[in-house]
Nanobody, 126 residues
Framework: QVQLVESGGGLVQAGGSLRLSCAAS????????MGWFRQAPGKEREFVAA????????RYADSVKGRSTISRDYAKNTVDLQMNSLKPEDTAVYYC???????????????????WGQGTQVTVSS
C-alpha cells in the first residue's frame, strides 16, 4: 500500500509560481509511474503531468505545457510539480497519484492510477 502526501499548495497571485511536492511512503517508489491531477469545483478530475518510473519520460496537459515541470527525487521518494505563470484557471485541488501499470499513452487516465493522495489546494487570484 502506497501512501502519498501532497504539500506546497496555497494562495498565489496570477503570474506567480508554486512548487507542489508529493512524498511517497513506499520503498519501491522507483517502480511507480507518478502523476499529478487536479479538480476544480464542479468539474471532473483532469490530468496535469506525469513522469515515468525511470524519470526519462514526462507528459503534460496542453493547459500547463511550457509552464510546469514535473520531477522526482529517488533519494527522498518525492515527486514535485513546479508551476509558473499561474492563471486563475489553475485554481483547483491538486492530487498526486501512483501506478505500476501504465504506459505513457495512458498516463493521463485517472483510472490507471491505484493510489492517490488527499490533495492540496491551489488558489490563484486575479
Amino acid at each position: 500500500q502506497v501512501q502519498l502526501v501532497e504539500s506546497g499548495g496555497g494562495l498565489v497571485q496570477a503570474g506567480g509560481s508554486l512548487r507542489l511536492s508529493c512524498a511517497a511512503s513506499e520503498r519501491t517508489f522507483s517502480t511507480y509511474v507518478m502523476g499529478w491531477f487536479r479538480q476544480a469545483p464542479g468539474k471532473e478530475r483532469e490530468f496535469v503531468a506525469a513522469i515515468s518510473s525511470s524519470g526519462s519520460t514526462t507528459r503534460y496537459a496542453d493547459s500547463v505545457k511550457g509552464r510546469s515541470t514535473i520531477s522526482r527525487d529517488y533519494a527522498k521518494n518525492t515527486v514535485d510539480l513546479q508551476m509558473n505563470s499561474l492563471k486563475p484557471e489553475d485554481t483547483a485541488v491538486y492530487y498526486c497519484a501512483a501506478t505500476r501499470s501504465s504506459t505513457s499513452a495512458s498516463y493521463s487516465i485517472p483510472a490507471r492510477y491505484d493510489y492517490w493522495g488527499q490533495g492540496t489546494q491551489v488558489t490563484v487570484s486575479s
